[in-house]
Structures are given as structure tokens and as C-alpha cells.
């Protein structure tokens, strides 16, 4: 780049950055801002001025957004707001909005008070009669959903369902609860639980039912894949890295012509009570189908329900 394109640049970026300066900045107000979920670069120019004006920054870890501070040069004091404290933070936050300041509200990464601590402040600080503004920027679940094609504009529906529950049983009871939904579903993993998360998929949703993963989103290894279920293990065992990182999965929406009925006729029905009473759900649905011919993944779910 030639010193006269830099020289633009730093006037374009000086000149913009008066331009957000010179908006109107409430006092006694609670900033709610997103901040980049891996790429330094995604940080608005607005979130950027909103963290520099604040009188100080509530932060899920105060670490981790120093390193985010440090590299855009803000120096804006911060204060612990996290999942133990939120209640404490909260009652500190509106004290302090009565003396007319400004204080930001800021999460590890992404948008605080979705899947991130936060909400309760918010309520609490709207319940003081004080202003709460959203500063919108990155988003894990929307960089996902950007990327899957899961979506249409004239179906613009999906539902987000944060992070699995970590216990097998708990996690396939509530994957078939989110499975009855028709449209997209986005669900959040680590890596250490992703094998057995994605297999409970596949049973519950059947090998045919779409996914796509999306792992290390914004950051240099970024990896967006879309493919049917039953093909998932393999595409992951083709390169050991694809199960590192943080996880977002998008299952898309089943086609309407795979909807089933949940009823079992009374034979089938016999079949599977007797093979629940002496096997877990998963060999029960399987023997059950080779059985009766109905697809494993109803009769999965079906014996999902029937589990105290």
C-alpha cells in the first residue's frame, strides 16, 4: 500500500470516527455491546467509541476483554459481571447509573445476555428506569446461519437452543424435544462432547437429516461444512482438526413429506415396551426397528418419552 492510500485511509477511519463521536450519547445509560467472537477486526467503530466513552466496563472475564482493550488502545476502567456475581453487579452497575454515568456491558465474545451472562442486569437496570442500548455486532449464531443456506426470506425462521446438556440421557431428551420444531435449529458444542452429541443427532434425526458445522468461526481456521447426518463421523475423520474448537451446528429443517406419526400400532407398541423393559433406548430403537420396520429415529424419540 502507497503512503498516499494510507494517508486516505487514516483520514477515512479519522473521519468517521467524528462522525460516531458526535452522536448523541445518553448519560446514566447501560451500553450493551458485542465484541468480536475471534477476529480482533470485527470490533464496530461504534462498540470502539462506546468502550472509550463509558465511565467503565462490566465484563463476563475482565481478562479477557483487557487483551480486547489493549490491542484498540481503551483504557476504560473494568468491573467483574459473570455468572457468580450478576445479582452484586448489577445492584454496583445502577448505583452507579444514578450518578449519570455510562457503563458498558461487555461478554467474553459476542453479543452479552444471548447464551451470556448479562440478562439479569439488564432486567434489573430496566427495572431502575434506566436506558439500556444495544450496540449489535458479532454473532456466532448469526455468522452461522449466514453461512448454512438453512434459511429462506420467505421462511425466515429458526430457533437457537444454546449448549447441550452434558449428560446423555438429559442430552437426548432435550435434543427430541427441540427436534419437533420445522424449522432450523441452532444448537452450540465443545469439542470433548461433540462425538457423542452428533451421534445422538444421527439417531434421533436419522442419517438423511441436514447439519451443518461450524467451527472456529471468524478466526484463521475457520471450517463451515454442510452434509447429511450419516456422513458427518466420516467428513470428521478425514482431518483430526475439524474436532477442535468451538462448535456452532445448524440442523436444518426436516422436508415436510419425512413428517411421521408418533403412533405405533398395538403390535409394535408390545414390541418395543418389551425390549425397553431389558435394553438402554438406544438398543431398543434399534432392535425395534429390524423388528418392526419402522425407522429407528421415530421409534428413538418415541422411547425417549416413554424414560422417566
Not at 122 to 151: C, H
Not at 157 to 170: E, N, Q, T
Not at 187 to 197: G, K, M
Amino acid at each position: 500500500m502507497t503512503q498516499a492510500s494510507l494517508d486516505e485511509t487514516a483520514l477515512t477511519w479519522k473521519r468517521h470516527a467524528e462522525q460516531v463521536a458526535g452522536q448523541h450519547w445518553p448519560e446514566a445509560s447501560l451500553y450493551v455491546v458485542a465484541t468480536p467472537i475471534g477476529n480482533l477486526g470485527d470490533l464496530s467503530l461504534r462498540a470502539w467509541e462506546a468502550l472509550r466513552r463509558c465511565d467503565a466496563i462490566a465484563a463476563e472475564d475482565t481478562r479477557t476483554t483487557r487483551q480486547l482493550l489493549d490491542a484498540w488502545g481503551i483504557s476504560t476502567p473494568l468491573m467483574a459481571a459473570h455468572r457468580h456475581n450478576e445479582q452484586q453487579a448489577a445492584e454496583l452497575i445502577i448505583q452507579r447509573l444514578s450518578g449519570g454515568e455510562r457503563i458498558a456491558l461487555v461478554s467474553d465474545a459476542g453479543a452479552p445476555a444471548v447464551s451470556d451472562p448479562g440478562a439479569r442486569i439488564v432486567r434489573q437496570v430496566q427495572a431502575a428506569g434506566y436506558r439500556v442500548v444495544p450496540l449489535p455486532g458479532p454473532s456466532a449464531v448469526v455468522a452461522a446461519l449466514m453461512a448454512s443456506g438453512a434459511t429462506r426470506d420467505e421462511d425466515p425462521g429458526f430457533a437457537f437452543a444454546g449448549f447441550m446438556p452434558s449428560k446423555p440421557l438429559a442430552r437426548r431428551k432435550w435434543l427430541a424435544r427441540w427436534l419437533g420444531w420445522t424449522i432450523p435449529v441452532v444448537l452450540f458444542e465443545t469439542p470433548h462432547r461433540l462425538q457423542a452429541a452428533l451421534e445422538d443427532l444421527r439417531d434421533l434425526a436419522g442419517p438423511d437429516r441436514v447439519l451443518t458445522l461450524a467451527r472456529e468461526l471468524s478466526k484463521r481456521f475457520e471450517e463451515i461444512h454442510t452434509l447429511p447426518l450419516g456422513q458427518v463421523a466420516e467428513w470428521l475423520a478425514q482431518d483430526a482438526h475439524r474436532t477442535q474448537g468451538e462448535f456452532v451446528l445448524i440442523l436444518h429443517a426436516a422436508p415436510a413429506t419425512a413428517e411421521i406419526s408418533d403412533d405405533l400400532s398395538p403390535d409394535q407398541l408390545r414390541v418395543m415396551q418389551a425390549l425397553l423393559a431389558e435394553l438402554s433406548v438406544r438398543d431398543a430403537a434399534r432392535i425395534g426397528a429390524a423388528a418392526t420396520g419402522v425407522p429407528r429415529d421415530r421409534l428413538y424419540q418415541w422411547a425417549l418419552r416413554q424414560s422417566p
